[in-house]
């Protein structure tokens, strides 16, 4: 009789117990997730991050690789129909380029350095900016630039009329205002 009337007991003990440890775990997910940074400006952030990643560890290479910034401007008109001044080009001391899609936008991704740090920046034309919702957002209420820093790097996006540019580089780069308002100069 004192068995069956453990029973119960145990099962009870067994089922707070179960719901105690589900309860711990739920919690340290959530602390977990909170102390996950998420990269700025949405999508674009994410890809811009993730490629300049990939230009550091070497698994993005560029599809045309140069110095000379009409090179280099004359690549990112054929791709991606914007057109840049080579002078305001060379502010990113270029060292090539590749055309990658980001959803449904294609960017011509440049690569170069401001001193001895590399830069990564995207220029693609503004009317795309409608498949990136936060940035375009981030962008509106900054008067047509924002910024951001996310895990040691920072992230510049500026855009005009029919350019946007995004500029990600290490702190150690300095400014990176200049180079992207290069990258918006008018042909």
Not at 20 to 49: D, N
Not at 50 to 55: E, K, L, Q, V
Not at 90 to 117: D, I, N, S, Y
Request: aromatic share 6%; net charge positive.
């Amino acid at each position: 009789r004192s068995a069956r009337a453990a029973a119960p007991a145990r099962r009870r003990f067994v089922l707070a117990a179960a719901v105690l440890a589900l309860a711990v775990a739920g919690t340290l997910a959530i602390i977990a997730r909170l102390g996950q940074e998420s990269p700025p400006f949405g999508m674009l952030g994410k890809s811009a991050c993730h490629s300049h990643d990939g230009y550091l560890a070497g698994s993005e290479p560029p599809d045309v690789v140069s110095t000379a910034p009409a090179e280099i401007s004359s690549y990112v008109a054929s791709k991606v129909g914007v057109t840049m001044r080579s002078p305001d080009l060379a502010l990113l001391a270029p060292t090539g380029a590749r055309c990658c899609a980001w959803g449904k936008t294609h960017v011509c991704f440049l690569m170069g350095r401001q001193g001895v740090e590399p830069v990564s920046a995207f220029v693609f034309p503004s009317s795309d900016l409608r498949f990136f919702p936060e940035a375009r957002a981030a962008l509106d209420s900054g008067s047509g630039r924002a910024y951001a820093e996310f895990k040691g790097r920072q992230v510049l996006l500026e855009r005009n009329d029919r350019v946007t540019a995004c500029v990600v580089a290490s702190r150690e780069a300095g400014s990176l205002e200049p180079v992207a308002s290069a990258l918006l100069g008018a042909p």
